[in-house]
């Protein structure tokens, strides 16, 4: 099974308007945290936000929002007000398990989502 | 302040030849992670390093591939006999550890190996 799912390859978004990304994921563990990394045409990860399975409150980072149903498993994405400079590969991902000093963080991704923005 | 730098950028190879790439991670950071990215899919883990030691290997890794980081700054990632399935972006990440939780990775720009 697919530990993170984004069902949407591709979307286009006019300019300014608000812009939801879908993820879900699957995990057994209670520990987890969930990243957004935006991938340009350059090719560099940047990340964006983070939501850690304990936080009660959405995480929020400017025109980022993480629209969090843990219940759903889910980990939306809300991007507002969209500019021409959001048009990037968006990809969710996952650490599992309890942080520890010498425990490997590694990030299990998505294969991501597509944004174009429409001038 | 610098971020992470990946050496080189585009790297095209004969199958059967050997490749080296390297990774410079944020100054700080003890922690280093090599990926590897096909096109259409998101990056997918090789390896993992605390400071110099190699902790974890995805199965990912072949034989064919090793890493090491030496003095727990710089790290290298060697692929034998490159084979075509090899072709993808490499990508390295670093990252801090904190009391906090969020410990986000930094990624590099990736190394972009295209074996004939």
């Known amino acids: 099974a697919q530990k993170i799912t984004q069902t949407q390859p591709g979307m286009f978004v006019q300019e300014k308007e608000a812009v939801t990304l879908d993820c879900t994921y699957d995990?057994?563990?209670?520990?987890?945290?969930l990243f957004w990394y935006k991938q340009p045409s350059s090719g560099e990860m940047i990340f964006l936000i983070y939501?850690?399975?304990?936080?009660?409150q959405n995480a929020t980072e400017g025109r980022y929002s993480l629209n969090f149903q843990k219940a759903r498993k889910s980990a939306n994405l809300v991007i507002s007000a969209s500019q021409l400079g959001d048009s990037a590969m968006y990809f969710c991902?996952?650490?599992?398990?309890?942080?520890?000093?010498?425990?490997?963080?590694?990030?299990?991704f998505g294969t991501g989502t597509r944004l174009t923005i429409i001038p | 302040d610098t971020g992470v730098s990946q050496d080189p950028r585009h790297k095209i190879t004969k199958r059967g030849q050997n490749v080296t790439f390297r990774c410079d991670p944020i100054?700080?950071?003890?922690?280093l992670y090599w990926y590897r990215q096909t096109l259409g899919q998101g990056p997918e883990f090789l390896t993992y390093?605390?400071?110099?030691?190699?902790?974890?290997k995805s199965r990912l890794l072949s034989d064919r591939f090793s890493a090491e980081r030496p003095k727990g700054s710089f790290s290298t990632l060697e692929i034998q006999r490159t084979e075509q399935g090899d072709s993808a972006m490499y990508l390295c990440?670093?990252?801090?550890?904190?009391?906090?939780?969020?410990?986000?990775?930094?990624f590099g720009p990736g190394t972009r190996l295209t074996v004939l």
């Open positions: 990440a670093s990252s801090f550890r904190t009391s906090g939780t969020v410990n986000e990775q930094f």
């Open positions: 995990t057994s563990d209670q520990s987890y945290g």
């Open positions: 939501q850690g399975s304990y936080d009660e």
């Open positions: 991902a996952m650490r599992e398990g309890v942080i520890s000093n010498f425990g490997n963080e590694k990030l299990t």
């Open positions: 100054s700080e950071h003890n922690r």
């Open positions: 390093f605390q400071n110099e030691a190699q902790l974890e």
